[in-house]
Structure formats: C-alpha cells, structure tokens
C-alpha cells in the first residue's frame, strides 16, 4: 500500500475515512459503510496490477491490515459512543457485581467433573484483555482464546473420563460463569463492535459458534432470574439484597483493605485494632493535635458508615446483634 504505485488505493482510504466526518456518528450506519467499503476494496486490490500474483492469503493478509488500520482510525468514533451502549455496558458490569457475590458453579448447573479452577482463571484472563485492542479482528481473538480454553477443557474431560459431550449445554454455562467471574469491560459494546465491524465473511464457522454463545451468555446475565438459577424467588432476592449490601460496604471501606480476600481482611482488621489503623486507642484527649482530631473523625465517621451497614446486613439474616457480640466475647 505504501509504493507509489499503489497510491489510488491509498487515496480512496483516505478519502473513505474523511467521509466520516461529514455525518454524525451511527454505529449501524458506520458498520454498513465499513462492511461496503472492505468488499470494493478486495474487488479493487484482485485488480490492482501490485496484486496480479499475490495468493488468496495474501490478499487476505492485506485486508486484515485494512480492516485493523480503518477501525484503529475510527475506532472513537465506533466504539461505546451512545448513552444507549454505555448505560446497557454499565447495567452489565453493576449487575455481574452482584451475581459474583453468590452464584456458583452449581446454580449454573455446572457438573463437578467439569470444575477447573485452572482452567476458568485462563478463560477468565483471556476474557478480561478484550478492552486492550482497538481492532475488532484481535478484540475477537480474545474472545476466540476465551472460549477454546473450555472447549480444550470439555475435550480433555471427555477424553479422560470416557463421556460423550453435550455440545452448548455444557459449554455455555461455563462461559456464562466464565463471564461472571471476568465481567469484561463494556462486554455490550465490545459485542457490538465485532458484530458491525469485523468483516462479515470472517464471522462464520468456530468464530460465528463462540461469537453467539458469549452473545447468549450476556443476554443470560441481563435477563438473569431466580429460575434461571435454580433457586426460589425469596432465596435469589435474599442474596441480591445481600450483594447490595456487601458492594455498599466494599465502597465504604478504606481503601487500604480493598482487594484482600475475606481472611486476609479479616485478620488485617483484627491486627488493625491492635494500633495500626486505630493508633488513638490508648491515647489521652489532651495530646491529641488539631492533625490527630481530624485523623480521628475520618476513623470515626468509617466505623459508623460500616457499622450501620453491617446492622442492617444482620437485621437481613435475622441475626441479633447482641448475641452475635456475645458470642464474639464468650470466644
């Protein structure tokens, strides 16, 4: 595309991606021009006299790179841009927050056998790198890597435990739990790019297969029930109302515990009251400085948030609070 004589290629490029900013930003539109403009630009490349010899792989070579240097232009205009995406990508995200807080294996009825935690991390890590590209072909790629670690992890399984698979029916509520222990930034938006903006001869096959299923399992998430999860209504509100309550108290939180697993806080906590994050304990009024007197509202005004919480959490559970505390002490 650089030589000269492949500056008539060069300019109809150029001048596509100037057209853009005559109009405002549609992504239905966007992607139909796009998906026009690559099909008459393979026409115009198995023309071109610089293309006479070239291999169908070849071609198909230079129109991967023509679709990632388009979109990687475009891609601010394309990606995310209306209130409708952000507010369904936000919608996902606060909602998976909740569901990570209690759905397990089992309320996808996900069988033992099929458990691997190894395995569901790398899917996860594959999951969670779709935001790092630009390009809908390597934001497909992440997806693609995602869904062939549990297609490797069913074939193994069925290898080494002499059982026929069940197609979608096992491997679809793996990448739904996948998914929840992922939550993929702005999963809706990304769904959406790939579909209008990879070329549509691509999304076929193995690619169009793991494409719809991520698709089913975010429609799973959005439309997700206390059917759909095996429990009754009382339960699944019950633990909604708990997540609610669990995320508020997260926010509260001192930054300082955030990202420790439920032990580790709880054991940093306990430590904490020994000094390090109450240094006040043992402390006279009189020698506090003005500092110190802030410092110690900040505390303050954190126990009372988390306390509050945590009493209506309890006051949820039917649990007393007196007894609970006295049972802390009897211990």
């Known amino acids: 595309m650089r030589r000269p004589a492949a500056a008539d290629l060069f300019r109809s490029i150029k001048s596509f991606l100037v057209s853009f900013s005559f109009y405002e930003p549609n992504a239905e539109e966007d992607g139909s021009k796009v998906q026009a403009f690559l099909t008459e630009m393979e026409s ?54 909740l569901l990570q807080q209690f759905v397990k294996p089992h309320h996808l009825d996900i069988p033992k056998v099929l458990h691997n935690e190894a395995s569901w991390l790398l899917a996860v890590k594959e999951l969670q790198k779709i935001n790092s590209f630009k390009a809908p072909r390597e934001k497909l790629l992440c997806i693609m890597s995602c869904c062939q670690v549990i297609n490797n992890l069913l074939l193994n399984i069925s290898m080494s435990n002499n059982r026929t698979l069940s197609g979608a029916d096992e491997f679809l509520p793996i990448l739904i739990y996948i998914t929840i222990k992922a939550n993929p930034p702005q999963l809706h938006s990304n769904l959406k790019f790939v579909q209008l903006f990879r070329r549509e001869t691509k999304l076929i096959s193995e690619v169009e297969y793991y494409l719809t299923n991520l698709i089913s399992a975010k429609m799973f998430i959005i439309d997700v029930n206390a059917r759909s999860l095996s429990m009754e209504e009382s339960e699944f509100q019950k633990h909604l109302e708990l ?22 806080r709880a054991h940093k906590e306990e430590s904490d009251l020994a000094g390090s994050r109450f240094p006040f304990m043992d402390s006279e009024t009189e020698s506090l400085s003005p500092e110190e007197v802030k410092q110690l509202h900040d505390l303050y005004r954190q126990v009372v948030t988390r306390y509050t919480l945590l009493s209506k959490a309890l006051r949820k559970l039917s649990i007393d609070e007196d007894q609970l505390l006295s049972s802390v002490d009897d211990s």
Request: proline content about 4%; glycine content about 4%.
């Open 44 to 97: 115009a490349i198995r023309d071109h006299p610089l293309w006479s010899k070239a291999t169908n792989q070849e071609i198909d070579h230079a129109l991967e790179g023509l679709e990632k240097y388009i979109m990687t232009k475009l891609f601010d205009r394309t990606f995310g841009t209306s209130a409708e995406d952000a507010i369904t990508d936000m919608e996902i995200s606060e909602k998976i927050v």
């Open 243 to 264: 997540a609610r309550l669990a995320t508020q108290i997260s926010v509260a939180s001192p930054s300082s515990s955030q990202g420790l697993p439920t032990s580790a």
